[in-house]
């Protein structure tokens, strides 16, 4: 398929989530070297904005408001979304992309999956390629893990590598304050060191590793204290272990009167429950004070997935 701009086409800006994982239980990894994986993925209103301009050729900016080096260069997710949108749909068509970054860079958030979630619906539209939501996710989960999640957004089980996802039942309101240590950690390294710390323990890693039921069941009732309860991540060993300052911030929020805390994804990001947004100030408050991380944020779930919020 070969596509050419419209004429009357000229901008597009989207929007996608970053998000948390309340549940990550891993599992063994498979022949590809892939860990099996089920987790409960959250996104929330932290929104990463990409605008696709028309333009002779593919460049990318950035404009950033939160700390961390954002690349501009053929590795970032955004510019390799656009790039592989081309390569299969023969796109002569080019866009000058622009993100607005607001979830914490290598922080477990998802930003940069994000990033190439909100391309693919933006240039999908600039670029009057008429994709369905199936076929998005498809080019999404080529490009990461976290890809089809931020297309889908809201509250979602995800197996396999975490991209393959059901749809989870959500009721209530879900605070949340998000404490953001600075630095960052490497994922692979996070995954290493989970398997040594597995290895050392002589426990055998589940084959195909199930969720929580009491967690589903917390989303389906809004029981935030059943919730707190089965916060859970099988990589915070190893966060913890590579960035030891991590597990006082969850002592000192849980401490506080959070419902829970837990590292997100691969971390260093530190996601505490709190009770409503009066909670979540409060709590965002005292982590500030106590000078545990270099920001913290409240933010909402479950918000929606990547979706176009402006063109002209």
Same mark, same amino acid.
């Given at each position: 398929?070969?596509?050419?701009?419209?004429?009357?086409?000229?901008?597009?800006?989207?929007?996608?989530?970053?998000?948390?994982?309340?549940?990550?239980?891993?599992?063994?990894?498979?022949?590809?070297?892939?860990?099996?994986?089920?987790?409960?993925?959250?996104?929330?209103?932290?929104?990463?904005?990409?605008?696709?301009?028309?333009?002779?050729?593919?460049?990318?900016?950035?404009?950033?408001?939160?700390?961390?080096?954002?690349?501009?260069?053929?590795?970032?997710?955004?510019?390799?979304?656009?790039?592989?949108?081309? @390569?299969? =749909?023969?796109?002569?068509?080019?866009?000058?992309? =622009?993100?607005?970054?607001?979830?914490?860079?290598?922080?477990?958030?998802?930003?940069?999956?994000?990033?190439?979630?909100?391309?693919?619906?933006?240039?999908?539209?600039?670029?009057?390629?008429?994709?369905?939501?199936?076929?998005?996710?498809?080019?999404?989960?080529?490009?990461?893990?976290?890809?089809?999640?931020?297309?889908?957004?809201?509250?979602?089980?995800?197996?396999?590598?975490?991209?393959?996802?059901?749809?989870?039942?959500?009721?209530?309101?879900? =605070?949340?304050?998000?404490?953001?240590?600075?630095? =960052?950690?490497?994922?692979?390294?996070?995954?290493?060191?989970?398997?040594?710390?597995?290895? @050392?323990?002589?426990?055998?890693?589940?084959?195909?590793?199930?969720?929580?039921?009491?967690?589903?069941?917390?989303?389906?009732?809004?029981?935030?204290?059943?919730?707190?309860?089965?916060?859970?991540?099988?990589?915070?060993?190893?966060?913890?272990?590579?960035?030891?300052?991590?597990?006082?911030?969850?002592?000192?929020?849980?401490?506080?009167?959070?419902?829970?805390?837990?590292?997100?994804?691969?971390?260093?990001?530190?996601?505490?429950?709190?009770?409503?947004?009066?909670?979540?100030?409060?709590?965002?408050?005292?982590?500030?004070?106590?000078?545990?991380?270099?920001?913290?944020?409240?933010?909402?779930?479950?918000?929606?997935?990547?979706?176009?919020?402006?063109?002209?």
């Amino acid at each position: 398929m070969s596509t050419t701009m419209s004429p009357e086409r000229r901008r597009v800006v989207a929007q996608a989530p970053g998000k948390i994982n309340l549940s990550l239980h891993v599992g063994a990894v498979d022949h590809r070297g892939y860990h099996a994986l089920a987790t409960v993925f959250q996104a929330v209103d932290l929104m990463e904005t990409v605008t696709a301009q028309a333009a002779d050729d593919l460049h990318l900016t950035v404009t950033s408001h939160v700390d961390g080096d954002v690349p501009t260069d053929g590795t970032n997710l955004a510019l390799r979304a656009a790039r592989l949108l081309q @390569q299969e =749909h023969r796109i002569t068509a080019g866009a000058a992309l =622009h993100i607005d970054k607001t979830v914490p860079v290598a922080g477990g958030m998802g930003g940069g999956s994000a990033d190439a979630a909100a391309a693919l619906v933006a240039l999908n539209r600039l670029w009057e390629l008429d994709l369905e939501p199936a076929a998005l996710r498809e080019l999404g989960g080529r490009l990461g893990a976290d890809v089809p999640f931020a297309l889908t957004g809201h509250t979602a089980l995800g197996r396999g590598n975490g991209d393959d996802l059901s749809p989870l039942l959500v009721t209530g309101e879900w =605070h949340w304050v998000l404490a953001v240590p600075g630095g =960052h950690l490497s994922t692979p390294e996070v995954y290493r060191t989970h398997d040594e710390l597995v290895r @050392q323990a002589g426990r055998e890693p589940a084959a195909v590793p199930e969720p929580d039921d009491r967690q589903v069941q917390a989303l389906r009732s809004a029981d935030v204290a059943l919730l707190g309860e089965t916060l859970h991540n099988d990589l915070q060993a190893a966060a913890f272990h590579l960035r030891p300052g991590l597990a006082p911030v969850c002592e000192l929020a849980e401490g506080s009167g959070a419902y829970g805390a837990l590292v997100s994804g691969s971390g260093p990001t530190i996601a505490v429950l709190a009770g409503d947004a009066d909670h979540a100030a409060q709590l965002a408050a005292l982590l500030r004070a106590e000078g545990v991380a270099q920001q913290c944020l409240t933010t909402t779930g479950s918000a929606p997935g990547a979706r176009v919020i402006s063109e002209e």
